[in-house]
Nanobody, 128 residues
Framework: QVQLVEHGGGLVQAGGSLRLSCVAS????????MGWFRQAPGKEREFVAS????????VYGDSVKGRFTINRDNAKNTVYLQMNSLKPEETAVYYC?????????????????????WGQGTQVTVSS
């Protein structure tokens, strides 16, 4: 069993930055492919970013490319999401997710259904 706990959400003005973190426990962190997703009220869960077990490969959703950065520190069992130039429409609950069985292939890590473990989410509100 894996437990994931997100930190770092809050209120930020448009154009500002936030860094989210997600701490994992219960399993060797380096065995997990990790991802970030977000869900706004009334909308489907949206892929934000994913990172391979070593951290050497990353994938981003089209809407966040060039502004968001995903990183991980396997020694600290933590994955991070640095969010810059935030927009009001990015107000959402942000979730981290992980799975030990995901195959790192193009496109496979962008589907929420591929992840078996989820955090409780952290609210990010971007004011205009």
């Amino acid at each position: 069993q894996v437990q994931l706990v997100e930190h770092g959400g809050g209120l930020v003005q448009a154009g500002g930055s936030l860094r989210l973190s997600c701490v994992a426990s219960g399993r060797t962190f380096s065995t997990l492919v990790m991802g970030w997703f977000r869900q706004a009220p009334g909308k489907e869960r949206e892929f934000v970013a994913s990172i391979s077990r070593s951290g050497g490969s990353k994938v981003y959703g089209d809407s966040v490319k060039g502004r968001f950065t995903i990183n991980r520190d396997n020694a600290k069992n933590t994955v991070y999401l640095q969010m810059n130039s935030l927009k009001p429409e990015e107000t959402a609950v942000y979730y981290c997710a992980g799975d030990p069985n995901l195959t790192w292939a193009l496109g496979s890590t962008t589907y929420a259904t591929r992840y078996g473990y989820w955090g409780q989410g952290t609210q990010v509100t971007v004011s205009s």
